[in-house]
């Protein structure tokens, strides 16, 4: 079986599960959150508000909940693997263990880089509305918020190792 056959089967078997769901109640929990509780110190003279919000989203976000998340999703799949004896079935198979476990690594990637997508989106989409709401005029500092959203996803895969 070659690598990306393994990678289609491994989507395939968390597809079915609710991990995907899952996903989006961390982000939308720590931002709205955290763009609720420092919205109220917005004034129209307000500088760096943008920079503001996303620290104070991003340190509980990065700290507690992702990790955290990210057990999780590997509690749900470890879970649909030995549901049904899958895993035993798995490996009765000519199959090489370190390319499953590659490939089980690779699923969870995805799953971290959707979960950063949904946080970015989410705090653009938060951070839009309580910046139109104070009355601040201050742009949308997208690429700022890029660059500290990869960072957070290659700090989540240093701690997976």
Do not use: H
């Not at 004896?85 to 090489?96: D, E, Q, T, Y």
């Not at 390319?99 to 950063?116: P, R």
């Not at 989410?122 to 500290?148: C, D, M, Q, R």
Request: glycine letters at 6%; charged letters at 10%; hydrophobic letters at 60%.
């Amino acid at each position: 079986m070659s690598f990306l056959e393994l990678l289609r089967i491994e989507l395939m078997k968390v597809k079915r599960g609710k991990i995907v769901p899952l996903i989006f109640i961390a982000p939308l929990l720590v931002v709205v959150s955290g763009v609720a509780n420092l919205y109220s110190y917005f004034t129209p003279d307000y500088t760096n508000a943008w920079a503001a919000m996303f620290i104070q989203s991003a340190l509980v976000y990065a700290y507690y909940l992702l990790p955290f998340s990210m057990i999780v999703v590997c509690v749900m799949i470890a879970g649909r693997e030995t549901g049904n004896n899958g895993i035993l079935k798995m490996l009765a198979l000519p199959v090489s263990r370190y390319a499953l476990s590659a490939a089980k690594f690779c699923v969870l990637l995805v799953f971290l880089a959707l979960e950063m997508v949904v946080f970015l989106a989410v705090f653009v989409i938060a951070g839009l509305i309580a910046t139109s709401n104070a009355g601040i005029t201050e742009t949308l500092p997208f690429f700022y918020l890029l660059k500290w959203c990869v960072g957070l996803f290659l700090v989540g895969d240093y701690r997976a190792f």
